[in-house]
């Protein structure tokens, strides 16, 4: 059963337009959510993360939404730039198991186009 | 500089052999995970490990083991009971694997691919 799903395979934009990667998961009890960038035959990079008691976290052209009723976030990249193009991966984790483990969803390919 | 790595970056066995892929971090970090990725997956969690001597079974630990004799140090062996071995191998550390501090990301070495001939 698939906790966190990102139901876009892949998605293309052109360059100086926003990006909008979605994920969607359904264990109520996730709450720290993070996003990962991967680039080919590379391990994930650390983006940017929120916990459950925010609804929004910032930074520089990068914004992460949570709507917790919803059980769905969003990564937001504005402006896009060609160098985004990568696999994007968002991951949960339930903070009071105490493992800090992260459950990842299946990864969405970003195309920005120049 | 303080990082992870991992070695080697491309790695082919025989079927029936069992092959030991090497994770190393200098981050001072307690905890270390291993993932694997397949083509249009996600990564999933293989075995985990919070504190030094100790490690817990993921969700797909069965045909592998570790062992954490140090803390800078976390071996994976993909043993001949793995069925369906070739994949790309991840490793990742962070702070510290429970309490508060479970709100922390992990960072990652730059992965080993492994192929079963």
């Known amino acids: 059963d698939q906790q966190v799903k990102q139901n876009s395979p892949s998605l293309s934009v052109q360059e100086g337009r926003i990006s909008i990667l979605n994920c969607d998961y359904t264990?109520?009890?996730?709450?720290?959510f993070l996003w990962y960038k991967k680039y080919p035959a590379e391990g994930p990079t650390f983006l940017i993360s929120i916990s459950s008691i925010k609804d929004k976290n910032e930074d520089g052209r990068f914004t992460v939404f949570l709507n917790k009723s919803a059980k769905h976030l969003s990564l937001h990249i504005v402006p896009s730039q060609p160098g985004d193009s990568a696999v994007y991966f968002c991951a949960a984790s339930e903070g009071s198991s105490n493992t800090g483990k992260l459950i990842f969803g299946q990864g969405t390919t970003l195309q920005v186009k120049p | 500089d303080g990082g992870i790595t991992q070695s080697p970056k491309y790695l082919f066995r025989k079927e029936g052999q069992n092959v030991t892929l090497s994770c190393e971090q200098n981050l001072n970090h307690d905890a270390m995970y291993w993932y694997r990725q397949d083509p249009g997956q996600g990564l999933r969690l293989i075995y985990y490990s919070q504190i030094v001597n100790d490690f817990q079974k993921g969700d797909i630990a069965e045909g592998y083991s570790v062992s954490r004799e140090k803390k800078e140090s976390f071996p994976l062996t993909v043993t001949s009971a793995q069925k369906n071995p070739t994949a790309f191998y991840l490793c990742?550390?962070?702070?510290?694997?429970?309490?508060?501090?479970?709100?922390?990301?992990?960072?990652f070495g730059p992965g080993t691919r492994l192929t079963v001939l």
């Open positions: 990742a550390s962070s702070i510290d694997g429970g309490g508060a501090s479970s709100y922390n990301e992990q960072f």
């Open positions: 264990n109520s009890m996730f709450d720290y």
